[in-house]
């Protein structure tokens, strides 16, 4: 089935600093969608990329989705203490079904 | 957003015995529901695709008998978890699918941590 590679698995930095994890696909992808999920807490949706090339942003956040449709990236800029947690992707297969990245886990140093 | 319910949010159990686990839409109708298992540290993945009025579609090494799935309504599917045993124990989490078609999203409910001892 389609896999998509996340990394890095963790990244810590320091309060201020910015911060990326990237999804690769060896396959093109229809969209991407990104979650965050807390400490202890559940994914909460963020985004969904559709178009090739595109770029959205979310206050701090921006989220890019690659030419090719094969890789996908989010920026966090001058992370803050509520950034902390893991940040998944995700890939829509057939009938819905979204298979998830491994997910990057940030943590932050006040 | 969406609300999605999951109840209960934590549950201890003793070995051999059933838990069921419901998942609800609040405020949307959700034809197709999803149940993943989550161990800590790890990523999500999925067991099975709940669809309503019909059966469940589960994933490739996941037990059907053992992981009973019902989708009554538009708006409840659960997750019963039969003859529980410790390797059992995990963080189960249910999303509903709003809107099929390009602009699909799923909402996830806020999990049911399991503990079978």
């Known amino acids: 089935g389609q896999q998509v590679m996340q990394i890095p698995q963790y990244q810590h930095v320091q309060e201020g600093e910015d911060f990326t994890t990237y999804c690769n696909s060896s396959t093109t992808l229809s969209n991407i969608q990104w979650y965050k999920q807390r400490p202890g807490g559940h994914p909460v949706f963020l985004i969904q990329?559709?178009?090739?090339?595109e770029v959205k942003k979310q206050k701090r956040l921006t989220f890019q989705f690659g030419e090719a449709k094969k890789n996908s990236s989010l920026h966090i800029t001058a992370t803050q203490t509520t950034d902390v947690g893991t940040y998944f992707c995700a890939v829509n297969t057939n009938a819905g079904k979204s298979t998830f990245g491994d997910g990057t886990t940030l943590t932050v140093k006040p | 957003g969406a609300v999605v319910s999951q109840h209960p949010s934590r549950v201890i159990c003793k070995s051999g015995t059933s838990v069921k686990i419901e998942c609800r839409s609040l405020?949307?109708?959700?034809?197709?529901m999803f149940w993943y298992r989550q161990f800590p540290k790890k990523s999500l993945m999925l067991m099975a695709t709940s669809n309503e009025g019909s059966k469940a579609t589960y994933e490739q090494g996941v037990e059907k008998d053992k992981f009973l799935i019902n989708h009554a309504s538009l708006t409840l599917s659960t997750l019963t978890v039969t003859s529980a045993h410790p390797e059992d124990s995990s963080f189960y989490i249910c999303?509903?699918?709003?809107?099929?078609?390009?602009?699909?999203?799923?909402?996830f409910g806020p999990g049911t941590r399991l503990l079978v001892l």
């Open positions: 999303s509903a699918l709003r809107d099929r078609g390009p602009s699909e999203t799923q909402y």
């Open positions: 405020d949307f109708q959700a034809t197709t």
């Open positions: 990329l559709v178009k090739s090339g």
